[in-house]
């Protein structure tokens, strides 16, 4: 067999993980798969000067993590809108002359990690958007070596050799970048969330509030403290009262112009949501990530960070219209 054609064999299974490597550390669905891609084409040119030094896999990702270091050289960091200031009181606040400036974090699918062997919760729990947050705050050879360890779980030796650097070195970056994660990422206990039966039934629940225009159906899903944050617009909500007067007065309208389909991202229960537009067909509008956890003993949804990106559908192997 050719070399090349060996290379795409071997190489294929690890296509997944790689996405959702490069993802973690670009914070992008669209510029992960751009530069797993990219580094397929340098592996698979390079494939004949590679004499099995290392694993395929650590090869791939040496490959991977060089391509990420070198694309976030002089790159904002990827932000949700809770991270650029307070939270906005008005409901009615102008939504017009936005002109940008900002890096976005964007959705994971999850189906895009569903064939990767990082079926541990540590994997699972990293792409969260609280922690893909957070992790947006370190250094970026930090980041690195962090998810290298931690996520991946390559030994020191590995990561040092990856990073061309030394195992001390390298300990003590992770260090670093656990004690900073530590300050800034959620508490375990902000992470516990309800069970799978009543994730579906949420929402189910949710769906059915936006498809049906009910508001005191979707009211009542909704934690006292709730935050909504909707990128690319940059102000941002907290508190059942606002979040609902905005929803009510710019994103409700009437039933049968919304059909909501479920999916799920960064390990989170999802849903892509529809719109009628003036022409009468259903098109591409945002994709929804919800956070749930319980309060007062009772299961309901603690954040809604919506997407306003069509472009994203295509990641989600979705339509642009229905």
Same mark, same amino acid.
């Given at each position: ?47 004949? =000067? ?6 395929? &896999? ?8 060089? =391509? ?17 200031? @307070?939270? #906005?009181?008005?409901? @009615?606040?102008?939504? @017009? ?5 900002? *890096? ?9 990690? #569903? ?9 699972? *729990? ?28 390559? #030994? ?16 003590? #970056?992770?260090?670093?970048? &656990? ?20 994730? &579906? ?21 909704? *934690? ?32 049968? @112009? ?6 799920? =991202? ?53 339509? *642009?219209?229905?």
């Amino acid at each position: 067999m050719p070399a090349q054609e060996e290379f795409i064999e071997r190489a294929a299974p690890f296509r997944a993980e790689l996405i959702a490597h490069c993802y973690r550390m670009l914070g992008s669905v669209h510029d992960a798969e751009d530069l797993v891609q990219e580094t397929y084409l340098r592996g698979w040119r390079g494939y004949q =000067a590679f004499e099995e030094r290392a694993a395929l &896999r650590t090869w791939l990702y040496r490959i991977a993590t060089t =391509a990420c270091l070198r694309a976030l050289e002089n790159r904002a960091r990827r932000v949700l809108p809770a991270g650029l200031g @307070d939270s #906005s009181i008005d409901p @009615d606040v102008s939504l @017009d002359g936005y002109t940008g400036g900002h *890096q976005w974090l964007e959705p994971l699918p999850d189906a895009l990690m #569903s064939e990767t062997p990082e079926g541990s919760v540590t994997a699972r *729990q990293s792409v969260r958007l609280a922690v893909m947050t957070a992790l947006q705050e370190l250094p970026a050879r930090q980041r690195a070596v962090l998810i290298l360890r931690d996520v991946v779980q390559f #030994s020191a030796a590995e990561v040092a050799e990856l990073l061309e650097t030394t195992p001390a070195a390298v300990n003590s #970056s992770l260090q670093r970048a &656990r004690a900073r994660l530590a300050e800034i990422s959620p508490t375990e206990d902000d992470a516990v969330e309800p069970d799978d039966a009543q994730l &579906r039934e949420l929402l189910d629940r949710y769906c059915a509030a936006f498809e049906n225009a009910d508001m005191a159906a979707l009211s009542e899903l909704l *934690q006292a403290g709730v935050k909504l944050e909707m990128p690319p617009l940059p102000m941002w909500f907290t508190g059942r009262d606002t979040v609902m007067r905005f929803l009510a007065a710019r994103a409700f309208t009437k039933a049968g @112009d919304i059909v909501m389909v479920r999916t799920a =991202a960064n390990a989170q229960p999802a849903v892509a949501e529809y719109r009628r537009s003036a022409d009468g067909v259903l098109r591409a509008h945002s994709i929804h990530v919800l956070t749930a956890g319980h309060e007062a003993g009772t299961a309901g949804i603690a954040a809604i960070t919506v997407f306003l990106d069509p472009a994203l559908f295509s990641a989600f192997g979705l339509p *642009q219209s229905r």
